[in-house]
């Protein structure tokens, strides 16, 4: 017949199945917080197991397996994290002898008390049951129950300034915010760890409040076993509140001045400190791509400062990182083939923060050669100016065209470390264009004409979505404007570009998430024939209708050459799924785009070109990866029967 034997473990040792009672007077001690309440309660032995019987009465000697079974550390939470770190269970089911269960059921036993006290129970009861196989080829049962024991939990919370007159002034009002601000409230769980801890997190909360040097004691914590509560005593020093002062940077600088480093901070001198400016203006600096290491931290200013205050001065101390880039980026699209960009950059060759890139493109039907100059955080943090210039040859369906172009640009940007719910755009560049319009080849004498076009684009986009790269939630909407002075062949002419983009996130799961897009334009001002065949509206493609060449939507000459037009309508939705594969890096997308370019100013939802088509996307740390595939849902002449796109980034 089988046998079994029940051991009965209890706190940091062996015990009685049945928790000690506490003692009738009430015990009074300090709680060292370092290493946990200290709670004692009487040792056993271990009792050494070596071997078992078989059902016939013979003993099982040697490896065998065993399974376990935990009851009680639900009760807690605790029983998915108990399984992830017990030796015990992540041996079970590989061949172990009796002395091996033995011992890994005493390390079961002190992680379970860990974990426990963890959650602020002193005194649990772990009852380990070892059944013997009814035979050599069964498994032995383990079955461990958890009586988690009493729950310590805090009576009173008190916090008070320092008795010693020598330790610096605390006002009541401080030591009100202070006990606002410290994570421990009456009626919490008596958690060492916790403890422990809220002493730095009070300090951080008090900086970010307005004092920057704060004084945080040990905290006193008193145990009275009777009632299985505590009291715990806090002191505290807030000093005096902060005022910033200058702002200043040390070590490799990079050619970064007093006044820019005031346009770094989003704060000015005399305002009130706020520590959690301190990170900010560290992300910041990052953020320039200049400096490889930065701390920020508070300094005491030998400034005057207002009464009952203090003057703040923040450092930031940097090291330099490399300030040139190469950079490569390429891509495929079905009717445009493969696309190949390179770029070379020098972040800071006009210091502070002025940086030349010069790029190029080699593609199928697109070749172009640039450089430009831009001016970070110009004026203003997250402002920048840029100045551009570049020639490109295009040999697209509908146009060819040799251009050189110089521009110049203000924006406001968003970015990872402040997405901003409005950023804008303004400019202005001038085109020197020679095109020809493959559409009118074969009508117009005038076909191939030489273009000179003034214009003034702006930009404002109102974001209201939750993430920059990959949103999920919310909505973007935003309005180009492009007035434009147009000279050709001697007559002058002048019209006003207007494009509206809508774009919105929807989750209907957990990892479901279905994203619309709603894009118009129009030209108005002057008819089709007259304006530049690159400056015309065009719809299909990667980025426009999927399932359609490049310009492959909308009016078309007898060769299929694209015309363009003067209003173009595109509406997308999206269903991305993101999956558990490869580390939750991998998703799927299915996608329905429709579009249509007139040759009117009034954009038209009338005989829409449709394609639909999936999708994955592997997910980076700059954006997923893209790849989509896509069939015309409705005829269109010389339209593909399936188009592949490849690039990064969502289509929208």
Same mark, same amino acid.
């Given at each position: 017949m089988a046998t079994a034997f029940v051991l009965a473990l209890s706190g940091p040792a062996i015990a009685q199945v049945a928790a000690p009672e506490p003692a009738p007077a009430t015990v009074a001690e300090p709680l060292p917080?370092?290493?946990?309440?200290?709670?004692?309660?009487?040792?056993?032995?271990?009792?050494?197991?070596?071997?078992?019987?078989?059902?016939?009465?013979e003993q099982v000697i040697g490896e065998v397996r065993y399974t376990v079974e935990i009851e009680g550390l639900e009760y807690a939470d605790l029983d998915d994290q108990f399984r992830g770190l017990s030796s015990l269970v992540t041996g079970a089911g590989r061949p172990a002898n009796l002395p091996q269960i033995n011992r890994r059921v005493t390390e079961a036993r002190d992680l379970i008390d860990l974990l426990m006290r963890s959650k602020g129970y002193y005194g649990s009861n772990t009852i380990a049951t070892v059944s013997t196989p009814a035979s050599a080829s069964d498994a032995v049962r383990v079955?461990?129950?958890?009586?988690?024991?009493?729950?310590y939990t805090f009576k009173t919370v008190t916090v008070q300034p320092p008795a010693s007159p020598e330790s610096g002034p605390t006002s009541e009002s401080g030591i009100e915010l202070a006990e606002s601000l410290l994570d421990i409230k009456p009626g919490a769980p008596v958690v060492a760890e916790t403890v422990t801890a809220s002493g730095e997190v009070l300090a951080a909360k008090l900086g970010d409040a307005g004092y920057p040097f704060p004084q945080i004691s040990p905290p006193e914590v008193v145990i009275d076993h009777a009632t299985r509560t505590a009291d715990l005593t806090q002191t505290v020093r807030t000093g005096p509140r902060g005022v910033f002062g200058e702002t200043r940077i040390e070590g490799e600088i990079q050619g970064f001045t007093p006044e820019h480093m005031q346009v770094m901070t989003r704060f000015k001198p005399g305002e009130p400190y706020d520590g959690k400016q301190r990170e900010d203006l560290r992300q910041a600096l990052v953020r320039t791509g200049l400096f490889g290491a930065v701390s920020v931290g508070p300094v005491l200013s030998e400034a005057p400062a207002p009464e009952g205050s203090q003057t703040i001065d923040m450092v930031a101390t940097v090291e330099a990182a490399p300030v040139r880039t190469v950079s490569g980026?390429?891509?495929?699209?079905?009717?445009?083939?493969?696309?190949?960009?390179?770029?070379?950059?020098?972040?800071?060759?006009?210091?502070?923060?002025?940086?030349?890139?010069?790029?190029?493109?080699?593609?199928?039907?697109?070749?172009?050669?640039?450089?430009?100059?831009?001016?970070?955080?110009?004026?203003?943090?997250?402002?920048?100016?840029?100045?551009?210039?570049?020639?490109?040859?295009?040999?697209?369906?509908?146009?060819?065209?040799?251009?050189?172009?110089?521009?110049?640009?203000?924006?406001?940007?968003?970015?990872?470390?402040? =997405?901003?719910?409005?950023?804008?755009?303004?400019?202005?560049?001038?085109?020197?264009?020679r095109q020809l319009d493959r559409s009118a080849e074969r009508t117009a004498l005038d076909a191939n004409a030489t273009y000179f076009i003034f214009a003034l684009p702006s930009t404002i986009t109102f974001d209201r979505s939750n993430d920059l790269l990959d949103p999920t939630k919310g909505f973007r909407l935003t309005t180009r404007v492009?007035?434009?002075?147009?000279?050709?062949?001697?007559?002058?002419?002048?019209?006003?570009?207007? =494009?509206?983009?809508?774009?919105?996130?929807?989750?209907?799961?957990?990892?479901?998430?279905?994203?619309?897009?709603?894009?118009?334009?129009?030209?108005?001002?002057?008819?089709?024939?007259?304006?530049?065949?690159?400056?015309?509206?065009?719809?299909?493609?990667?980025?426009?209708?999927?399932?359609?060449?490049? =310009?492959?939507?909308?009016? =078309?000459?007898?060769?299929?050459n694209p015309t363009g037009g003067n209003s173009l309508t595109e509406a997308s939705i999206e269903a991305r799924f993101r999956s558990h594969l490869f580390e939750d890096s991998l998703g799927f997308v299915g996608f329905v785009d429709a579009g249509q370019v007139s040759p009117g100013t009034l954009p038209s939802f009338?005989?829409?070109?449709?394609?639909?088509?999936?999708?994955?996307?592997?997910?980076?740390?700059?954006?997923?990866?893209?790849?989509?595939?896509?069939?015309?849902?409705?005829?269109?002449?010389?339209?593909?029967?399936?188009?592949?796109?490849?690039?990064i980034g969502q289509a929208f």
């Open positions: 917080v370092a290493e946990g309440v200290a709670l004692d309660w009487p040792e056993l032995d271990w009792p050494v197991v070596e071997s078992s019987e078989s059902a016939d009465g079955v461990l129950k958890v009586e988690p024991g009493p729950l980026l390429g891509g495929y699209y079905t009717g445009q083939g493969i696309r190949l960009e390179g770029s070379w950059a020098h972040r800071n060759l006009f210091p502070p923060e002025g940086a030349l890139t010069t790029s190029a493109v080699a593609a199928q039907r697109e070749q172009r050669v640039g450089a430009q100059v831009s001016f970070s955080n110009w004026r203003k943090r997250d402002q920048s100016l840029i100045l551009l210039s570049d020639l490109s040859d295009e040999q697209q369906f509908a146009f060819k065209a040799r251009s050189a172009r110089v521009g110049v640009a203000l924006q406001r940007e968003s970015n990872l470390i402040w =997405q901003k719910p409005v950023t804008y755009s303004v400019g202005a560049e001038f085109l020197v264009t492009s007035p434009e002075f147009t000279l050709r062949q001697g007559q002058r002419f002048n019209y006003v570009k207007l =494009q509206l983009d809508a774009t919105l996130y929807q989750p209907l799961a957990e990892r479901i998430v279905v994203a619309g897009r709603l894009h118009v334009g129009t030209i108005a001002g002057a008819n089709r024939g007259r304006v530049a065949p690159n400056r015309r509206f065009y719809a299909g493609g990667g980025g426009s209708v999927r399932g359609f060449n490049f =310009q492959g939507v909308g009016p =078309q000459d007898i060769d299929g009338r005989s829409l070109a449709v394609g639909a088509g999936v999708g994955v996307r592997y997910y980076t740390a700059f954006g997923p990866v893209r790849i989509d595939i896509a069939t015309p849902i409705t005829n269109r002449r010389f339209s593909p029967r399936v188009a592949f796109y490849v690039s």
